[in-house]
């Protein structure tokens, strides 16, 4: 079972008070909800379908309103792959074998990692074709694309992209698109009939109203002490503005050694990068949150074929005007829009929470904080010292 679900099993608690404290390894997150407490039994965390799933299933409260691989076979090895998560149209193609605990175990193999399927068929009016598929599952083919992406968090809603490839963004207005993703998400992953008004505008209040960062820090302690600005309280106070991190900036020069890393990582995302001439805020630009203010999407190379994984599709595409090709393992905003230019491209996410809910980036390829600042390193030049990966690590878990 869920957490959620064995908290409301487990003498009857229905809700959390703010601040209530989630273990991850390096410390303890939490959630402050506008609402005043974590409501378990809103309409967020009741199934609106027919499979048993409902929108906590896959946006955990102690995971910051995500999944990760832990929860995923953890709900896997309590109830041998008959938890509603593990349903076939999440398996690893929606015709595998889940007969057998066995046959579950291997069909469900994505799903235990936190990534749930997608079928993509390329639109009508791309502006390319593709010419090739090599899909590990057998399924994928250059018609029916077939890939595998992270649940982003249901919290610090800022900014008014919706979805990884913005599929479910209604215009700059965030509200009407998350009860475009609340609507869709009922009728598909939840497998009901169009839900009501209510049940829709229920589950999108709950969402809109939680914030989720990390709260204490093993060697660190709180992150609201000393005059620093961390945890959930202060991110849900922080509006959507452009600007730069000033979490920890009363950390600078502390005589606590932890401190102090964590204000001179923060300083490192903040700045420029001389060798690439880039900043980490240059696209995580949302002050204290770091989406991106105005919701525009980037291409940072996690999809590039050079990076997938053995159980990743590759998929050729092939500009219709210039003829030039990428090979990808998933096209991103491309799909939506059907432009050459977006292929590739994803929601700049917000990256408070960061220590609750690895692995990172659509599609989990950064098992840890260390291996998303070397992907950058890789993929677009950043250049850090050891000592400096180390401070921006720090300033990331503290987030």
């Known amino acids: 079972m869920s957490s959620e679900e064995y908290l409301t099993s487990a003498g009857s608690i229905d809700h959390l008070p703010n601040n209530f404290p989630f273990l991850n390894a390096a410390g303890f997150s939490a959630v402050f909800s506008a609402q005043g407490s974590i409501d378990l039994t809103n309409e967020f965390n009741t199934p609106q379908g027919t499979n048993g799933r409902d929108c906590g299933t ?19 090895a309590l109830t041998e792959g008959t938890h509603p998560l593990f349903n076939i149209i999440d398996a690893n193609t929606p015709t595998s074998d889940v007969s057998t605990v066995e046959a579950r175990y291997a069909s469900y193999s994505m ?35 077939l890939f595998f992406r992270r649940p982003l968090p249901t919290a610090n809603f800022k900014s008014h992209t919706v979805m990884w490839d913005g599929a479910n963004t209604v215009g700059t207005d965030l509200r009407a698109g998350l009860v475009k993703q609340a609507r869709s998400n009922v009728t598909g992953a939840q497998q009901g009939m169009p839900a009501t008004d209510a049940v829709i505008n229920a589950i999108v209040d709950q969402e809109m109203a939680f914030s989720h960062a990390q709260l204490y820090m093993w060697g660190v302690g709180r992150l609201d002490a000393g005059g620093a600005h961390g945890g959930p309280a202060a991110a849900a106070a922080q509006p959507l503005v452009a600007g730069r991190f000033d979490l920890y900036d009363a950390w600078m020069g502390s005589h606590h050694s932890k401190r102090a890393q964590i204000a001179r990582g923060q300083e490192i995302f903040n700045n420029v990068n001389v060798p690439s001439g880039r900043s980490c805020a ?15 999407m980037f291409n940072v190379g996690t999809s590039d074929a050079s990076r997938a994984k053995a159980d990743m599709a590759i998929y050729t595409l092939q500009n219709k005007t210039t003829l030039e090709t990428i090979q990808t393992t998933d096209p991103g905003k491309g799909f939506v829009t059907g432009l050459w230019s977006d292929v590739n491209r994803f929601k700049t996410p917000n990256i408070r929470g960061l220590a609750a ?34 401070d921006l690590v720090a300033f990331l878990t503290a987030l």
């Open 58 to 76: 896959c946006h955990l409260v102690s995971s910051g309103w995500g999944m990760t691989p832990f929860d995923g076979n953890l709900l896997f």
């Open 111 to 145: 799903l235990r990692q936190g990534k749930f399927l997608r079928l993509r068929k390329p639109p009508a009016t791309a502006e390319f074709n593709v010419t090739a598929a090599s899909d590990p599952f057998n399924f994928g083919t250059t018609a029916n694309l």
């Open 282 to 296: 240059g696209c995580h630009n949302a002050a204290n949150n770091g989406q991106n203010v105005n919701g525009t």
């Open 357 to 390: 809910r690895p692995p990172y980036f659509h599609n989990g390829i950064a098992a840890t904080l260390l291996d998303v600042v070397r992907h950058y390193e890789n993929a677009l030049g950043f250049v850090f010292t050891a000592h400096e990966e180390a």
